[in-house]
């Protein structure tokens, strides 16, 4: 691995992989359980905006999470926090409280069969007339947008024409993907020899950490975007990344996200799905190459 000084621009490692704000804070006492009537609240707001569909069995998860936000903006129980979210009393707090609710979960080279079937089944066959550009659509904090950043850097090398673009609903991951820094224990799949060529090892205050290369950060870019609503303006791509993110919607959210998602891509492009989704009764617009793997027909 190349080294890397604070120079770098990396910034220091926040929370995100540590500290996430879930602790109970000392000396303050803990809120009352959450009731059935204010749980049903949350679902519906979360599935309202986000599509996600939280179990009736997660209110332990739910209270995990944000049990600490009660504390810290002194509501009492989890209906008063759920009044303060909804009458905009404290903007960003809604955010936040999105941030904690979504499941964040991701590695480098995460289904590696995935990174081999884009090197060697799609790459040497892509339409040279426009960059080949790949979207993560629920990147979290960055790392399947740096794996393909990596894989095709490798097999196309930096001097072509291609671009990695990641989104996330939650504002928090999208800060660590941004930064592209990480804790050296996240290097742990990344292949030894790409750990050399493409990741800047962090050297005294950084130590214990990595920095993607820059000439990868440069290729890749983020926005916040909620697969959930109207997307914006962001064009067409020839490969999309749709995993671990299906498995939070309802059939009928999968239906509206895969539609909008289709809109956005090129003739015949590609779409993986992590090996526990599929597209069954989602639509029948795709070819199924593979388990996980689709093509647009
Ligand atoms: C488990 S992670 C998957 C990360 C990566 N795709 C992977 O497979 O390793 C799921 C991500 O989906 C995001 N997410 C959930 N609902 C979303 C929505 N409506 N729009 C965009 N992202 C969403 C979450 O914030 C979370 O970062």
Redo the contacts with the bound molecule.
Sequence with gaps: MKSASDRDGAGSVRSGMAGNGRAAVPGVAAPAPITAAEFARFQSWLHRI???SLADHKKTLLMGRLGKRLAATGMHSYGDYFDLLMNGARPGELQLAIDLL??????FF?EPAHFDFLATQILPHRREIDPLRIW?A???SG??AYTASMVLADTLGLGQRWQVFG????AR?LDTARRGHYPMTRAEKIPQDYLKRFCLKGTGPQEGTFLMDRSLRERVSFAQ????ANLPDIGMFDVV?L???MI?FNIETKRQVVSRIIAHMRPRAWLFV?HSENLNGVTDQFEAIKPSIYRLK
Aim: aromatic share 10%.
């Design positions: 986000s599509g996600i979504t499941t964040n979960e991701t590695y995460r993560s629920a990147s979290s790392e399947e989104s996330d609903l939650s991951v975007i909620n697969l959930n990344f995993r671990n993110v939070y992590s």
